[in-house]
């Protein structure tokens, strides 16, 4: 065979100082991620950490059987997550199941009574007029209480729906600016509702002309004890934002939260409701001809419409911000329009909408009530100390796998073992981090089957070291010396692993998509895995044994190498001989 050309490297040998460097680093990377995060250990699922479990079935209304679908179906699970949420719960995990289930996994022993209130009773949607708004957001200089009606604050503030411009257009147009509408609850209606309507210095001195209405308090029921609740709460807060409007019924006045477009918080007290949800028959996204701007529609009954003509002809002559009616969700402020003219049956609500944001809120409009209903199909507890018991026969059986894995190669393949074992490791380490880094990442979970998943990755990578191994062996079978059948066998090798690999994510994927529920986890943690043990095969097995194929120890075929050509019954190489040729006898 000819001699390698000078300065070249034989195939395959490539430069493995620098792949293990690269995995190595990576590795370092992750942990310190890991720890930075504050997460040093796995998101667990209801079934190893306890808690309920709840199916909720969809059924279309009377007359709306097509409600039933993907679009209704990721809405309510929106809306269900947000009441989930408000219970405290992080973990919580809301997800369709299917083409009409929904399945709500609440961890950590959740209150099984508060969760199912929560859950499978309708949201509620109102209309609430404003009675005062202020910044929601913790600032260093106090202002206890801006009364909407009060003072050159309102101007400062900018407060999402205010806007700081006049013009008060009744008709469809916003005022001059954008900007004067910074909240996504300060939204110009046209046709009704004016994106926000716009005093400015004036505002403040009408407002001093009556300031009748800052007491509102009066005309809301706005009392001592929920002017100090008003000014005590902090919006960016999730648990006051939920304990706010807690126990709040719809004849109560209210102090809420919500957010504008620039994303900072803002606080209201919000009077008595004055029209509920359930009077919207419609709403929609679509886009103005006029302005070629997304807006939001709205159709309501006719007992809606006499209700919402009532309080939009009372708001209409108030100064801002009340002059607005907040569009309250759940006890969350989601939009608050202000108003120039009275409406009834129909409304447009217009501002700084964009395609996503103008299609939520209609979908709030209309699905406020939730766009199903829902039947309690069944509620599952789980404790805590029979998901640890399940963990722990997991683990069991897991470290047995391990174990009889080892033992395996140690007997058989001694030295190369330890190269197996240490890629395991390895593999080990990736797969923990990742997966606790996944968890606060997409709210990745490991339950019951995603540690089954881990357990039968330990044969899928301690596989692909096998076939490694065997395909060197057989070099060395052949008569070469170890770097040579390294370099030889990997690329062999390389093909058979990944064609096993790319079977095993397949079968993976298409488990992940046709299943729902637990199972996913099951087939997440086996695509992971599998993912990486290609990643620690060619960035650390193959780089760490061509090193090691250096040393002596493995290099002269030690008997405890596992490579020793004695054990593989290597042949000695037969010896060419040169062939003699008969001279041709001279002539006389």
Same mark, same amino acid.
């Given at each position: 065979?000819?001699?390698p050309?000078k300065g070249?490297r034989?195939p395959?040998?490539?430069r493995?100082?620098?792949?293990?460097?690269?995995?190595?680093i990576?590795?370092?990377a992750?942990?310190?991620?890991?720890?930075?995060s504050?997460?040093?250990t796995?998101?667990?699922g209801?079934?190893?950490?306890?808690?309920?479990?709840?199916?909720l079935?969809a059924?279309s209304e009377p007359?709306?059987?097509s409600?039933?679908?993907q679009?209704?179906?990721n809405t309510?699970?929106?809306i269900i997550?947000r009441?989930?949420?408000?219970?405290?719960?992080?973990?919580?995990?809301?997800?369709?199941?299917?083409?009409?289930?929904?399945?709500?996994?609440?961890?950590?022993?959740?209150n099984?009574?508060?969760?199912?209130?929560?859950?499978?009773?309708?949201?509620?949607l109102?209309?609430?007029?404003v009675?005062?708004?202020a910044? %929601?957001e913790p600032? &260093?200089?106090? *202002? +206890? #209480?801006? $009364?909407?009606? @009060?003072?050159?604050?309102?101007?400062e503030?900018?407060d999402?729906?205010?806007?700081t411009?006049?013009?008060?257009?009744?008709?469809?147009?916003?005022s001059?600016e954008?900007?004067?509408?910074?909240?996504t609850q300060?939204?110009?209606?046209?046709?009704?509702?004016?994106?926000?309507?716009?005093?400015?210095?004036s505002?403040?001195?009408? %407002?001093?002309a009556? &300031?009748?209405? *800052? +007491? #509102?308090a $009066?005309?809301? @029921?706005s009392?001592?004890?929920l002017?100090?609740?008003?000014?005590?709460?902090t919006?960016?807060?999730?648990?006051?934002?939920t304990?706010a409007?807690?126990?709040?019924k719809?004849?109560e006045?209210?102090v809420?939260c919500?957010?504008?477009?620039?994303?900072?918080?803002?606080?209201?007290i919000?009077g008595?409701?004055?029209?509920?949800?359930?009077?919207?028959?419609?709403?929609?996204?679509v886009?103005?001809?006029r302005? @070629?701007?997304?807006?939001?529609?709205?159709?309501?009954?006719?007992?809606g419409a006499?209700?919402?003509s009532?309080i939009?002809?009372?708001?209409?002559t108030?100064?801002?911000p009340?002059?607005?009616f907040g569009?309250?969700?759940?006890?969350?402020?989601?939009?608050?329009?202000?108003?120039q003219?009275?409406?009834?049956?129909s409304a447009?609500?217009?501002?700084?909408?964009t395609?996503?944001?103008?299609?939520?809120?209609?979908n709030?409009?209309?699905?406020g009530?939730?766009?199903?209903?829902?039947?309690?199909?069944s509620v599952?507890?789980?404790t805590?100390?029979l998901?640890?018991?399940?963990?722990?026969?997991?683990?069991?059986?897991g470290?047995?796998g391990l174990i009889?894995?080892?033992?395996?190669?140690v007997?058989?393949?001694?030295?190369?073992s330890l190269?197996a074992?240490?890629?395991?490791l390895?593999?080990a380490?990736?797969t923990?981090?990742i997966?606790v880094?996944?968890?606060p990442a997409?709210?990745?979970?490991?339950?019951?089957?995603?540690?089954?998943?881990?357990?039968?990755?330990?044969?899928i990578?301690?596989?692909?070291f096998?076939?490694f191994?065997?395909?060197?062996?057989d070099?060395?079978r052949?008569g070469r010396?170890?770097?040579?059948a390294?370099?030889r066998?990997w690329p062999?090798?390389?093909?058979?692993?990944?064609?096993?690999?790319?079977?095993?994510?397949?079968s993976?994927?298409?488990?992940?998509?046709?299943?729902?529920?637990?199972?996913?986890?099951?087939?997440?943690?086996?695509?992971?895995?599998?993912l990486?043990?290609?990643?620690?095969?060619?960035?650390?097995t193959?780089?760490?044994?061509?090193?090691l194929?250096?040393?002596k120890?493995?290099?002269?075929?030690?008997?405890?190498?596992?490579l020793d050509?004695?054990?593989?019954?290597?042949?000695?190489?037969?010896?060419?001989?040169?062939?003699?040729?008969p001279?041709?006898?001279?002539?006389a």
């Amino acid at each position: 065979m000819a001699a390698p050309k000078k300065g070249r490297r034989q195939p395959g040998q490539g430069r493995p100082g620098r792949a293990l460097a690269l995995i190595l680093i990576t590795l370092v990377a992750l942990t310190g991620g890991m720890f930075l995060s504050g997460h040093t250990t796995p998101r667990l699922g209801i079934d190893l950490a306890g808690g309920t479990s709840i199916t909720l079935q969809a059924r279309s209304e009377p007359g709306q059987e097509s409600a039933v679908n993907q679009t209704n179906m990721n809405t309510a699970v929106g809306i269900i997550e947000r009441r989930v949420n408000g219970l405290g719960v992080s973990e919580a995990e809301v997800q369709t199941q299917g083409t009409d289930h929904i399945i709500v996994n609440i961890p950590k022993g959740t209150n099984e009574k508060q969760a199912r209130e929560q859950v499978g009773t309708t949201a509620q949607l109102f209309f609430r007029p404003v009675l005062q708004l202020a910044s %929601g957001e913790p600032a &260093p200089e106090g *202002s +206890p #209480s801006p $009364s909407a009606s @009060g003072s050159p604050d309102e101007a400062e503030q900018g407060d999402g729906d205010k806007a700081t411009e006049g013009g008060d257009k009744a008709t469809d147009g916003k005022s001059g600016e954008p900007e004067a509408t910074p909240t996504t609850q300060g939204r110009a209606a046209s046709g009704a509702l004016k994106a926000d309507a716009t005093p400015s210095p004036s505002a403040s001195a009408d %407002g001093k002309a009556d &300031p009748t209405p *800052s +007491p #509102s308090a $009066s005309e809301g @029921g706005s009392d001592e004890a929920l002017m100090k609740k008003f000014e005590a709460l902090t919006c960016t807060d999730t648990k006051e934002r939920t304990a706010a409007a807690e126990g709040t019924k719809p004849s109560e006045p209210m102090v809420g939260c919500g957010q504008n477009s620039a994303g900072q918080w803002e606080k209201y007290i919000l009077g008595p409701a004055a029209v509920a949800g359930t009077e919207i028959d419609d709403a929609s996204a679509v886009i103005d001809e006029r302005t @070629g701007q997304w807006i939001v529609t709205m159709d309501f009954s006719s007992k809606g419409a006499d209700a919402f003509s009532k309080i939009t002809s009372e708001l209409k002559t108030q100064q801002p911000p009340m002059n607005q009616f907040g569009i309250v969700l759940d006890g969350e402020v989601v939009s608050a329009p202000s108003v120039q003219t009275t409406l009834s049956k129909s409304a447009q609500i217009s501002g700084s909408f964009t395609q996503e944001s103008s299609q939520e809120l209609a979908n709030m409009l209309s699905y406020g009530a939730l766009p199903l209903s829902f039947v309690e199909e069944s509620v599952t507890s789980v404790t805590a100390a029979l998901g640890g018991e399940q963990l722990e026969a997991g683990l069991i059986a897991g470290g047995i796998g391990l174990i009889l894995v080892i033992a395996y190669l140690v007997v058989y393949y001694r030295g190369l073992s330890l190269i197996a074992i240490i890629s395991l490791l390895m593999s080990a380490a990736l797969t923990y981090t990742i997966m606790v880094l996944l968890g606060p990442a997409i709210g990745f979970a490991l339950n019951l089957p995603a540690v089954c998943g881990a357990i039968v990755a330990i044969g899928i990578t301690a596989d692909s070291f096998i076939v490694f191994f065997e395909r060197v062996r057989d070099e060395i079978r052949e008569g070469r010396s170890l770097q040579p059948a390294v370099a030889r066998g990997w690329p062999r090798a390389r093909r058979t692993i990944l064609v096993s690999d790319f079977v095993s994510f397949l079968s993976a994927a298409v488990l992940f998509v046709v299943t729902v529920g637990k199972v996913q986890g099951f087939a997440f943690t086996l695509g992971l895995t599998t993912l990486l043990d290609v990643v620690v095969v060619f960035f650390f097995t193959k780089p760490l044994l061509t090193i090691l194929a250096r040393k002596k120890f493995f290099a002269s075929g030690h008997p405890w190498s596992g490579l020793d050509p004695k054990r593989l019954g290597v042949k000695p190489p037969l010896r060419r001989t040169r062939r003699t040729v008969p001279a041709d006898p001279k002539e006389a």
